[in-house]
């Protein structure tokens, strides 16, 4: 398996990962009757820090890459590129889909392939910088 690949599982464990723990904090918070734009915004700072750190650290551990400057650049790519298009895959489901169960079946797993097109998209641009 090469370094890209297990770089990426690594990262999607990751991104797993977030998201139980996000909603954990999800139940945390309705259990609580906090409110609802603190949740979204901590599930939001919880993911996007949890995601930065682990591409930072995958882009030190397999591909050498310590310019903080360059791994910045690669990450705000990657989690903008993810978030505009999985926002666009769900909105697109959900006016096609009537299930909503299956909504979210189909989004988890697409959000999974996105995830992984727009890590490795931003690896090979910022990261490797064409040089594969």
């Known amino acids: 398996m090469n370094r890209e690949l297990k770089a990426f599982l690594l990262y999607a464990y990751t ?5 139980i723990v996000n909603g954990i904090i999800r139940w945390l918070f309705i259990r609580g009757h906090l409110p609802f734009l603190l ?3 901590v599930e939001a700072a919880v993911m996007a820090a949890g995601l930065f750190f682990a591409y930072k650290l995958l882009a030190e551990k397999f591909f050498g890459v310590s310019d903080l400057k360059r791994v910045v650049k690669g990450w705000l790519v990657q989690f903008s590129l993810f978030v505009v298009l999985a926002y666009l895959l769900f909105a697109s489901l959900a006016a096609v889909v009537k299930v ?7 989004f988890l797993n ?3 392939l996105l995830l992984y097109f727009t890590y ?4 090979e641009r910022f990261l490797l910088g064409g040089k594969g």
Do not use: E, Q, T
């Not at 991104?15 to 998201?19: A, G, N, Q, V």
């Not at 909503?100 to 189909?106: A, M, Q, R």
């Open 15 to 19: 991104f797993i990962f977030l998201y």
């Open 120 to 123: 490795r998209f931003s690896v």
């Open 100 to 106: 909503p169960s299956f909504v979210l079946f189909i």
């Open 110 to 112: 697409g959000s999974l």
């Open 39 to 41: 949740m979204v915004a």
